[in-house]
């Protein structure tokens, strides 16, 4: 067996022992890491009847899950994910890429007139394991997000976004900084300990 496979084969035993894993499956949720977004929102109050939102990098629509529960009929919930989701009572779901022109606009064509009160995005690119690679993808990301939401977000609306820690991070930081009042950084504590992901939560958006 190569390392590789050794190394894939102990994520797989991990992963079914995990105990956000175990939750999930007994409590009817999509994903562990809808574990992360109950977490930041009980801290934050992101989410509430009414809520526009914008899921990024979506699947398997754990995200927008909770965006549904917590925001009710009234609320708006869209997502977007590369891969396939089943479908996800009181939310649409897009399959495309975001990094593409189609993508956007068939985002927005869902959207019509409405303004977005908070953009989630859990997107990250298939890591490859070497950071000289996977950090300038992950930072790419991060930047289409941030823009979407700039020119998306109502004046007071959120961000939240997946990061991994390291190089143009703080550059990021900076950015969101300029275009909102508030921001933080969370570490949930599904995040597992190994993992460089960091959420960073611009809130009180000034304006496009």
Known sequence: MTKKSKSSAQWLTDHEKDEYVLRA??????????YKLLEIDEKFGLLRPGTVVVDLGAAPGGWAQIAVQKCGRSGFVVGLDLLDMEPLR???????????EKSLAELMAVLQD???????SDMAPNL????????????YLT????????????PGGALLMK????????????????????LNNVKPKASRDKSREIYVLGRQFKGS
Do not use: H
Not at 163 to 182: A, Y
């Open 25 to 34: 499956r007994r409590e009817g949720y999509r994903s562990r890491a809808s």
């Open 90 to 100: 009181g939310a649409t779901l897009i399959k495309g890429d975001f990094t593409e």
């Open 114 to 120: 409405r303004t977005v009160d908070l953009v989630i």
């Open 128 to 139: 490859s394991g070497m950071k000289e690679i996977d950090q300038p993808l992950a930072i």
């Open 143 to 154: 930047e289409l997000a941030l823009d979407f939401a700039c020119a998306t977000l109502r």
């Open 163 to 182: 990061c991994f820690e390291g190089s143009g991070l703080d550059e990021l930081r900076r950015v969101i900084r300029t275009n909102f009042k508030q």
